[in-house]
T-cell receptor, first 113, second 117 residues
Framework: SQKIEQNSEALNIQEGKTATLTCNYT??????LQWYRQDPGRGPVFLLL?????KEKRKERLKVTFDTTLKQSLFHITASQPADSATYLC????????????FGSGTRLLVRP | GAVVSQHPSRVICKSGTSVKIECRSL??????MFWYRQFPKKSLMLMAT?????????EQGVEKDKFLINHASLTLSTLTVTSAHPEDSSFYIC?????????????FGDGTRLSIL
């Protein structure tokens, strides 16, 4: 079955550094991958979408890469700020329907001032 | 744009009560909405796909008679947890897609924290 893995341990970094979060998947080839941010007690907020034929996508301080050979996506936040502290979820299109998303369990990011 | 409102944000009720949660797309029409359940520090688990004007599609293991979904208009889907019990306590989140194509992001409500005593 499809499996999505994100580092369950919190990532703790100093303000100004680049945060890099990893999303690995197995057992299928999604047409696209999405990243979301979730704050405690809130719903996820969409950040970026990258398609299987795209290697990299950027939006302001955010950068996502998608390596279909390694079955991995990396999510980078450059010049990180304390306000970037949140849980970041990766999501892949389901095998049986491209409308449905399968979510990873998320990685919590803590940016120290 | 693409705002989704979910109501109520929190519900505390007695065992055996039925609870209705509303999900509205405020500034767009959503032919497809999704209902998720999330346990503490866990991922979102898709419960069902709600399609306007037709029956919802439930994921394996989700009881249709327990979690009733109605998508009567292009801006409103409701989830009713019938005869709720303590094990139904959870964080329920809805989302809506803008447009009818795949490769679109989902726009989420802020969730409903359901606590059954």
């Amino acid at each position: 079955s499809q499996k999505i893995e994100q580092n369950s341990e919190a990532l703790n970094i100093q303000e100004g550094k680049t945060a890099t979060l990893t999303c690995n998947y197995t057992n299928y080839s999604p047409a696209y991958l999405q990243w979301y941010r979730q704050d405690p007690g809130r719903g996820p907020v969409f950040l970026l979408l990258i398609r299987e034929n795209e290697k990299e996508k950027r939006k302001e301080r955010l950068k996502v890469t998608f390596d279909t050979t390694l079955k991995q996506s990396l999510f980078h936040i450059t010049a990180s700020q304390p306000a970037d502290s949140a849980t970041y979820l990766c999501a892949l299109a389901g095998m049986d329907s491209s409308y449905k998303l399968i979510f990873g369990s998320g990685t919590r990011l803590l940016v120290r001032p | 744009g693409a705002v989704v409102s979910q109501h109520p944000s929190r519900v505390i009720c007695k065992s055996g009560t039925s609870v209705k949660i509303e999900c509205r797309s405020l500034d767009f029409q959503a032919t497809t909405m999704f209902w998720y359940r999330q346990f503490p520090k866990k991922s979102l688990m898709l419960m069902a796909t709600s399609n306007e004007g037709s029956k919802a599609t439930y994921e394996q293991g989700v009881e249709k008679d327990k979690f009733l979904i109605n998508h009567a208009s292009l801006t409103l889907s409701t989830l009713t947890v019938t005869s709720a019990h303590p094990e139904d306590s959870s964080f329920y989140i809805c989302s809506a897609m803008l447009g009818g194509n795949s490769n679109q992001p989902q726009h989420f409500g802020d969730g409903t924290r359901l606590s059954i005593l």
